[in-house]
């Protein structure tokens, strides 16, 4: 069955670090998205992704942040010089075309830490 | 804005009794609606949806939920839990009348079940 696959599972860095997380969409979907969950809170929307522009994005995506699909597989999340407040579980999700192709498809996480 | 609201952070049942997990949205229009389920160190599973027709729609696992327009809620049952059912769920909402339609979630309900 296909899977979205994020790597790595873990992440750890220092703060002011680069991080870039990666993610591989199901093949044949269109929209992707990003969705980080601070442990102990609820999961929030940070940017969703379509025909190779950011489509929309929260208020929580920051010029710290920006997506890229730089090939036909990847979809990645930069965080150009991280904060303590960025250690949460990040998710990755994808989403076929077409109105009734409501469910987007999770991928397992990213766990980012920062010390 | 469209919100979700999950009232309680944790629902505690014994094996074999009712689980009932409460969600309710906000919204002008019905969305549609989705339960996700997380289990510890895992991503984001989907256990149902509704989307339009019937408003009882059954998932995977046992778990069934009811959409009612008039309460503005998607509360989520199954008549027997089980041990394995100990996991964290997420109600979410989709917005059928904005373009890219991101999810909307509540803040999670922690479900325990006790032998």
């Known amino acids: 069955e296909p899977e979205v696959t994020q790597t790595p599972s873990h992440q750890v860095t220092q703060m002011g670090q680069e991080v870039i997380l990666r993610c591989v969409p199901i093949s044949n979907h269109l929209y992707f998205y990003w969705y980080r969950q601070i442990l102990g809170q609820k999961v929030e929307f940070l940017v969703s992704f379509y025909n190779n522009e950011i489509s929309e994005k929260s208020e929580i995506f920051d010029d710290q942040f920006s997506v890229e699909r730089p090939d036909g597989s990847n979809f990645t999340l930069k965080i150009r010089s991280t904060k303590l407040e960025d250690s949460a579980m990040y998710f990755c999700?994808?989403?076929?075309?077409?109105?009734?192709?409501?469910?987007?498809?999770f991928g397992q996480g990213t766990r980012l830490t920062v010390v | 804005a469209q919100s979700v609201t999950q009232l309680g952070s944790h629902v505690s049942v014994s094996e074999g009794a009712l689980v009932l997990l409460r969600c309710n949205y906000s919204s002008s229009v019905p969305p549609y609606l989705f339960w996700y389920v997380q289990y510890p160190n895992q991503g984001l599973q989907l256990l149902l949806k509704y989307t339009t027709g019937a408003t009882l729609v059954k998932g995977i696992n046992g778990f069934e939920a009811e959409f009612k327009k008039s309460e503005t809620s998607f509360h989520l049952t199954k008549p027997s839990a089980h041990m394995s059912d100990a996991a964290e769920y997420f109600c979410a909402a989709l917005g059928v009348n904005t373009g890219f339609q991101k999810l909307v979630f509540g803040t999670g309900t922690r479900l325990l079940v006790s032998p």
């Open positions: 999700a994808s989403r076929p075309s077409g109105l009734m192709n409501t469910e987007a498809f």
